[in-house]
């Protein structure tokens, strides 16, 4: 039996030990990630290129590879003491359960409303945009945890919130789409006949059930196309990376007061904001050669970006209307099989993970989505927190490790992020309970066909 008692079952900051500043991990990056093209000219956007559609404070963010902290504006940071500093949990009970010498810790992010860490930047996005005079902002949403996380946060600075949700959730998932309503956003299924772009989608595709490419093709044009609009996203770009990196501030803040110092850090991976946050202060200190620490990106094996796609410039939607971003993407028309975790569905990747990874810098793994829900059930049933089917990959690799160190009987320190609950997903544990979810892997030919229709972009220097 192990004792509980090395450390605090949950290592908590106090308000004051909230970082004050987001850290950019692109400072100390030796290969910048490739800059975003203008999908006409293949010239990188430049701050005016995305004034139309970008706020402008977010936008020098974007495009700032150099400094290395960015202050917290205060708002933020009183914003963020409603449910900040989140806990580091030391996983005592799924130690013992799983026979392990291995220490589990798990930063969990699903102590607010929105139910995942998206409010972190969110709140941000929303703040940048009112300090800027703007009256509302457009978005898409796959699952809605994105919509509903900015819905809370524009209803905090009173600004109108427009979301374009994929149609197949807002059929399926009212449940988001009434706590984004309550929060007084509008939400729109995708493909709409609002906008020119979903028009040509629905002449295109009838009786499509959307996806998150088509959401955010609508999103832009509804924000270019409304004065004092602009269009926000929750994930992939550099600046949701940025704003992230509160939860690995906090969680290297946490570590040190116990002179913890990880081994391994795990973090599931949809467009890769959360565990670009995550890691962003270890792989910090990894580029600047003073520690090293293994770092593992967990992926559906239905939607396997890094594991099975190309590192090339690409869309970042279906309708072709953002800049391009090099990335390992699986192609904008990739279409992953109904998987229900629905925040790791996008086809593409964080632009400052692709290059991490492309350099060798960390890891990545794909699991099977019933394998998954194994391990959610048995984190549930051992830790009392009922995981986001999302989070649950990151459980998934972080037991597999912890096996492995009972093979070897290696006392390795794992830190996972537990990115949020799983509340509004009983209809995924209602088929795994029924013994009826399946796990679609796609094949090399699927994949070929959507390579094949990758943009042709000349190498630039
Ligand atoms: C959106 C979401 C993710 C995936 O998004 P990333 O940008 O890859 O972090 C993971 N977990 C939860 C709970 C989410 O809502």
């Known amino acids: 039996m192990k004792q509980h008692n090395e450390v ?12 004050k500043a987001w850290y950019n991990v692109r400072a100390d990056m030796k290969n910048k990630p490739a800059p975003l093209l203008n999908p006409g000219t293949h010239q990188p956007m430049t701050f005016e290129d995305l004034r ?7 936008i020098r963010q974007e ?10 504006p205060q708002p933020v940071l009183d914003f963020y003491k409603m449910y900040r500093p989140s806990p580091l949990v030391r996983a005592y009970f799924l130690e013992e359960k799983l026979g392990t010498p291995a220490k589990i810790y798990y930063k969990f992010e699903g102590n607010n409303t929105s139910g995942s860490h998206k409010l972190n930047s969110a709140i941000a996005q929303a703040y940048y945009a009112k300090m800027q005079g703007l009256k509302g902002v457009t978005t898409e949403t796959g699952a809605g945890q994105w919509g ?7 209803s905090f ?5 427009q979301v374009y949700m994929v149609k197949v959730s807002y059929e399926q998932k009212p449940f988001r789409r009434e706590v984004m309503r309550t929060y007084g956003a509008s939400v729109t299924p995708s493909p709409s006949d609002t906008t020119e772009v979903g028009r040509r989608i629905l002449a295109a595709h009838p009786g499509t059930s959307g996806s998150l490419g088509c959401a955010i093709s609508e999103a832009v044009e509804a924000a270019s196309k409304q004065e004092g609009y602009r269009y926000v996203l929750g994930s992939v770009l550099n600046q949701v990376l940025l704003h992230q990196s509160i939860i690995g501030l906090e969680t290297k803040a946490a570590l040190d007061k116990y002179n913890i110092v990880p081994d391994i850090i795990i973090g ?23 520690r090293d620490y293994r770092i593992i990106a967990v992926e559906p094996a239905s939607c396997p970006s890094f594991t099975r796609g190309k590192f090339a410039y690409d869309f970042c939607d279906t309708g072709m209307v953002c800049p391009l971003a090099k990335m390992y993407t699986l192609g904008s028309d990739f279409i992953p099989s109904a998987n229900h975790a629905g925040g790791l569905r996008y086809h593409g990747m964080s632009s400052v993970l692709s290059q991490l990874y492309h350099d060798g810098l960390m890891e990545a793994v794909s699991v099977e989505q019933t394998e998954v829900f194994k391990a959610a059930e048995l984190f549930a049933r051992c830790e009392g927190t009922l995981p986001a089917p999302e989070s649950s990959h990151a459980i998934r690799a972080a037991i597999d490790e912890a096996l492995k160190c009972k093979e070897t009987g290696e006392e390795k320190t794992i830190v996972f992020g537990l990115t949020g609950t799983g509340y509004f997903d009983m209809v995924a544990y209602g088929k795994f309970n029924d013994g009826q979810m399946t796990d679609y892997i796609p094949t090399d030919e699927e994949l070929a066909a959507s390579f ?10």
Do not use: H, W
């Open 8 to 19: 605090p079952y949950k290592i908590y900051l106090s308000e004051d030990e909230l970082p």
């Open 52 to 58: 139309g559609v970008f706020c402008d404070e977010l």
């Open 63 to 72: 495009l700032d590879n150099d400094t290395a902290y960015i202050p917290i």
């Open 148 to 154: 509903t996380a900015l819905s809370m946060a524009c």
């Open 157 to 161: 600075f009173d600004l109108d919130c």
């Open 268 to 290: 599931c991976a949809g467009g890769g904001s959360n565990l670009g946050g995550l890691i962003s202060p270890f792989m910090g200190e990894k580029l600047r050669g003073e």
């Open 452 to 461: 094949a229709k990758l943009p042709q972009v000349p190498e630039i220097k």
